[in-house]
């Protein structure tokens, strides 16, 4: 399997995620134009694409969504809460609806190659959720916009090869930040982000022998910066079983304005 972030950040998300001739896309929340230059990057292109995995609604996850579906024939798979969310929003433009495939929160779907399971998540959206993607005996995740998370998340997301993680913000630059006071209140609650600091005790608990690409991702663009959170995870996860070193984790911070490495396991 392989896996990259084509774009990681509070202005937009999407990643690629590959088995064989099997390519899915999760998110759109950045133009067709660099969605396709990420694509390029992995000598793929929108004709590859299988399907697309939408985790919810927000603009920053579906920004490029209607443009891409106008081109590309590519089905859609995300729940009923985000298929509502995302025809109510005005900015989608024309789109042919019978393209999206209603999945459960809690179920399992085969895209080719590649067996997706879904779980939710907790953040201000209608049903969001968050994936695992298996294929033999390699597992990868990605989740983002978690205000919080419990046991059921923790073994949802374990024992995993590859994983995108949100490290959203640093709590001191969101606290002495410029946001109002209602949004501060919003991102630092259960259905908002996680911090550096909680980003690193997830991972933590997800740790094992066989992480081989860890990527830091959704940083918000006001409250954090790569460096910071990069450190803030290392620390929360250096003391380990497995290493003395976090780089044998693949450890990096996925961009917000272009792609990153490809992880192959």
């Known amino acids: 399997m392989r896996m990259m972030s084509i774009a990681s950040g509070s202005s937009g998300n999407c990643t690629f995620v590959e088995q064989n001739d099997t390519v899915i896309l999760v998110d759109a929340g950045i133009s067709l134009k660099r969605i396709e230059e990420g694509l390029n990057a992995a000598e793929r292109t929108g004709r590859d694409i299988s399907g697309i995995l939408i985790t919810h609604e927000h603009n920053d996850h579906i920004k490029g969504l209607g443009v891409l579906l106008r081109k590309y024939d590519i089905p859609v798979y995300t729940t009923e809460g985000t298929i509502q969310g995302i025809s109510a929003c005005r900015n989608m433009g024309k789109y042919d609806s019978s393209l999206f495939q209603e999945v459960g929160k809690n179920d399992i779907i085969s895209i080719g190659d590649i067996e997706v399971r879904f779980h939710p998540i907790s953040h201000d959206a209608r049903e969001p959720v968050c994936f695992s993607f298996h294929a033999g005996s390699s597992k990868a995740v990605i989740a983002t916009d978690i205000g919080c998370y419990d046991d059921s998340l923790l073994q949802f997301l374990m024992n995993s090869d590859c994983m995108l993680i949100e490290a959203n913000h640093d709590i001191h ?83 917000r304005d272009t792609y990153g490495d490809i992880f192959e396991f």
């Open 173 to 255: 630059m969101l606290e002495v930040g410029p946001y109002p006071y209602e949004l501060k209140r919003r991102i630092l609650g259960e259905f908002g982000h996680l911090s550096n600091e909680a980003s690193g005790q997830l991972i933590k608990g997800l740790l094992n022998d066989h992480v081989s690409g860890l990527m830091l991702g959704h940083l918000s663009k006001e409250n954090n910066f790569e460096e910071l959170a990069y450190e803030t995870v290392k620390q929360e996860i250096s003391d380990n079983p497995f290493t003395d070193d976090v780089r044998d984790f693949g450890l990096t911070v996925a961009k």
